[in-house]
């Protein structure tokens, strides 16, 4: 297969005998067919195999709580305290893995590293149906958190390998809907858990048995379906494949195939690390990912004790889920349609505002219930937003990794706080909790503004002083600094301009 090739010295790809100027991209408008021709193959392939890849993992990793509602923490005489330990020790290593693993995505591939975890959670989560104490069921799900750990930031990362900044938002929406996977979960564990006394085993576990089996047949079927680059998807015609690099440089010039931007540096982790506008979004996804996992793990159980059954509980956990599989589309298209993240943002929280208030104030089980549409849909759009925010304003690769691997980091350990603020005792109300959410979700409104701001004079900044920040990088053949002064200050190069 052609890989395609840049001319030295211009701005012209090759592949074969195709080749395209970097400057038609934008301005042909028989390119810009062609181009969106490129872009809807990737929609119809790339988008929909990450979404499953998703679906697996969030289902995988979220059923416990489904499998509570159908007596998991009864049969195995857990407390709440011993619930909360065996949901909360998932994401420790989850955590801890993601951002190695983001750092190690392009030595290793991702057409080996995603088939690879998701058969191995797979395995793991089908145990999970197996175990017969409070040890056993800690124990396993450790184990499912170093390994499902690496997949959503490196699903980012590999996405933003595809598509430009401009429309990588709907995408990440797209395969980040917590939402749709919980709507499917309940779905799906209503009908499991009347296997229960199948084969000796209780409704329960044959939600983790079945659900692992089937994330273990994708997990080898994978293995065939995963592309690492355009370059190597085989669905893109040799043009198509030359397009998608094209647009890609144009919109970050540091994607380039003559650019060693493999080689790992320690300073554009600290960058990112050190980046304003990454640690106000740190903040936000820490916010929404308290929300978000609260809703994920708990909704059964919310549900159940505001009066309704077991079954019940389930299916009725479906509509603020699929709700916010709408809200979680809907803000992510027109956030990618008018090039703004923060008013989606700052809306979307004000939607989970209005729902932790309308359920705090509610004195009628279907009013509590009613409000679930406002928080579940609020909180679980609001994630990969920001996540896509956070991600278009990191270059170059390796500063763009450390972000992703932030977003996904502080979502995650919003998930630890989550899983302790739901005890059986303070249902159905869950006062502190749903006081606590409904302040975080104030305050993410008042940091994506404040974010907004930051990089509003960001921008501006850089601009005025363009000439004294490129003067370092400067030669008589590149007067801009060329290829290498945007490998050097990546998002802090005057030319790239910071999205909000």
């Excluded at 929406?173 to 199948?198: C, D, T």
């Excluded at 903040?283 to 978000?292: E, K, N, P, S």
């Excluded at 937003?385 to 972000?403: C, G, I, K």
């Excluded at 509003?456 to 601009?463: A, F």
Aim: hydrophobic share 45%.
């Amino acid at each position: 297969m052609a890989e395609p090739t840049k001319d030295a010295g211009s701005a012209v790809f090759q592949v074969g005998e195709d080749s395209i100027e970097l400057d038609q991209v934008p301005k042909q408008r028989i390119v810009t067919a062609a181009e969106e021709r490129a872009v809807r193959k990737l929609d119809y392939t790339i988008v929909p195999m990450v979404t499953m890849f998703f679906l697996l993992s969030f289902v995988d990793r979220t059923n416990i709580g489904n499998a509570r509602v159908a007596g998991l923490q009864k049969d195995l005489g857990l407390t709440d305290h011993q619930y909360s330990v065996c949901a909360t020790i998932l994401f420790v290593p989850y955590i801890a893995s993601e951002l190695p693993s983001n750092l190690l995505l392009r030595w290793v591939g991702p057409h080996r590293l995603m088939p690879t975890i998701i058969t191995a959670w797979g395995i793991i989560v089908t145990l999970q149906g197996l175990v017969s104490s409070y040890a056993g069921l800690a124990t396993v799900r450790a184990i499912l958190g170093l390994i499902e750990g690496p997949m959503l930031p490196g699903i980012v990362l590999y996405l933003s390998g595809f598509y430009t900044r401009r429309d990588l938002s709907l995408r990440v929406a797209l395969f980040s809907s917590a939402s749709l996977a919980g709507a499917f979960s309940g779905l799906l564990a209503s009908a499991i858990q009347n296997m229960n006394g199948i084969g000796g085993r209780p409704g329960w576990a044959w939600i983790f048995i079945l659900e692992g089996l089937f994330s273990v047949v994708m997990g080898f079927i994978s293995f065939f379906l995963v592309p690492s680059t355009p370059a190597d998807c085989k669905f893109l015609t040799p043009t198509e494949r030359l397009l998608i690099q094209a647009r890609l440089e144009h919109d970050r010039p540091s994607v380039t195939p003559d650019v060693p931007s493999d080689k790992f540096s320690y300073r554009e982790i600290l960058r990112s690390l050190t980046s304003i506008h990454v640690i106000i979004l740190f903040i936000v996804l820490f916010f929404a990912g308290t929300g978000l996992y609260g809703s994920a793990l708990f909704l059964p159980s919310v549900v159940n004790q505001l009066g309704f059954s077991p079954i019940q509980s389930q299916l009725l956990s479906v509509g603020p889920f699929a709700a916010g599989f709408i809200v979680t589309i809907l803000s992510a298209y027109l956030s990618d349609k008018y090039q703004n993240r923060t008013i989606p943002s700052a809306i979307v929280s004000a939607l989970a505002v209005a729902g932790f208030a309308l359920f705090l104030r509610s004195t009628s089980k279907f009013t509590a219930y009613g409000s679930l549409f406002l928080t579940v849909p609020g909180v679980n759009a609001a994630a990969p937003l920001v996540a896509t925010w956070m991600a278009n304003n990191s270059e170059p690769y390796f500063r763009r990794a450390t972000s992703v691997a932030l977003a996904f980091m502080a979502t995650n350990t919003g998930g630890i706080l989550s899983t302790w603020c739901f005890p059986t005792k303070e249902g159905p109300r869950f006062t502190k909790t749903t006081i606590m959410n409904l302040t975080f979700s104030t305050l993410a409104i008042v940091l994506v503004f404040i974010n907004f701001a930051i990089l509003h004079y960001k921008n501006q900044r850089k601009r005025r002083l363009r000439t004294e920040l490129l003067a370092p990088y400067t030669d008589e053949k590149e007067s801009d600094g060329g290829l290498k002064a945007w490998m050097e200050l990546g998002d802090k190069h005057p030319d790239f301009v910071y999205s909000y």
